[in-house]
């Protein structure tokens, strides 16, 4: 079936250094392709999303790409703050049995001063 | 524009009791969805809902049940708790319309504890 799976965490960094966090999917159609960002004691929020093979999603310095070929949507960011510390779920929506979008178990970044 | 909300925040109930969570969406959103969310299993979708109308389930048993109301507002009953019921969980919102690239907003969930 259709399914979401993310790279393990938590991941630790210290500020100002690179993140990538790997995703990648299995599903059946094309699907839209979603990161979102669960902060402590809240509810998630979606960060980027991009809907066809090749799109660049992007927002609050993070970015991620449509690879069709690899059936990945890795997230990543250049130079992380403290405040970007939180779960980050990839998730996918639009395939067949609809209405409901899939997400990754989630990752855990932990980001140090 | 008020976001989601989900009442109660917190939970405790004991093995065999019932539960009963709220969900109001977005105003305008006609379509509400709920997650279950554990440390190991990350986010599992339990069902959607739109216009009073059961869309999608997921891999839960008959314990799980929901539905939905005219104004959109939803509710999820879990029956005969057991332990490993014991959650977060999560409802979303949307305007329903099955585009694919159509994005949830979530409430902060209700977090629930079963002894």
């Known amino acids: 079936g259709d399914s979401v799976t993310q790279m393990e965490g938590p991941v630790t960094l210290s500020e100002e250094a690179f993140l990538t966090i790997n995703c990648t999917y299995t599903a059946t159609g094309y699907p839209s392709l979603f990161w979102y960002v669960q902060y402590p004691g809240e509810g998630l929020q979606l960060l980027l999303k991009a809907t066809k093979a090749d799109d660049k999603g992007s927002n609050k310095g993070f970015e991620a790409t449509y690879r069709k070929e690899t059936t990945s949507f890795h997230l990543e960011k250049g130079s992380v703050q403290v405040s970007d510390s939180a779960v980050y779920f990839c998730?996918?929506?639009?395939?067949?049995?609809?209405?409901?979008?899939?997400f990754g178990a989630g990752t855990r970044l932990f980001v140090k001063a | 524009k008020a976001g989601v909300t989900q009442t109660p925040r917190y939970l405790i109930k004991t093995r065999g009791q019932q539960v009963t969570l709220s969900c109001s969406p977005i105003?305008?959103?006609?379509?509400v969805s709920w997650y279950q969310q554990t440390p190991g299993q990350g986010l599992q979708f339990l069902f959607e809902?739109?216009?009073?109308?059961?869309?999608n389930k997921g891999n839960f048993p008959g314990r799980f049940s929901g539905r939905q109301f005219s104004n959109s507002r939803s509710e999820m009953n879990v029956s005969t708790l057991e332990l490993g019921d014991s959650a977060l969980y999560l409802c979303?919102?949307?305007f329903g319309q099955g585009t694919t690239n159509e994005k949830l907003f979530f409430g902060s969930g209700t977090q629930l504890s079963v002894l």
């Open positions: 105003s305008g959103h006609r379509s």
């Open positions: 998730a996918l929506s639009g395939v067949a049995g609809g209405f409901k979008t899939i």
């Open positions: 809902y739109f216009s009073e109308t059961q869309r």
């Open positions: 979303a919102s949307s």
